[in-house]
């Protein structure tokens, strides 16, 4: 069975950068379209980056340019590095595989504060 455990997430002032991981266990990264999301309170799941099995990288407008997602096959693990946060960037963050989307994870709590 497949586990995905994030974790990085914290309390930042805005203009603060946080670093994510998602440790994943049962299923290679490399193989995979890994995407990570966010769920502020009160709103639906969002799609923010993911990276294909080539490594191909994609990001909502939203973080477009301060948001960096990337890969480390040999951990597999997935990351995703957050500069120039904004309070709008408050979520909690989870990863998961794009299509037939794995059990979701704990997730992890990113609140940035103005």
């Known amino acids: 069975q497949v586990q995905l455990v994030e974790s990085g997430g914290g309390l930042v002032q805005a203009g603060g950068s946080l670093r994510l991981s998602c440790d994943v266990s049962g299923s290679r990264v490399s193989v995979n379209v890994m995407g990570w999301y966010r769920q502020a309170p009160g709103k639906e799941r969002e799609l923010v980056a993911h990276?294909?099995?080539?490594?191909?990288?994609f990001y909502a407008n939203s973080v477009k340019g301060r948001f960096t997602i990337s890969r480390d096959n040999a951990k597999n693990t997935v990351y995703l590095q957050m500069n120039s946060l904004k309070p709008a960037d408050t979520a909690v963050y989870y990863c998961?595989?794009?299509?037939?989307?794995?059990?979701w994870g704990q997730g992890t709590q990113v609140t940035v504060s103005s």
């Open positions: 998961n595989r794009l299509t037939s989307p794995f059990n």
């Open positions: 990276i294909t099995g080539i490594g191909n990288t």
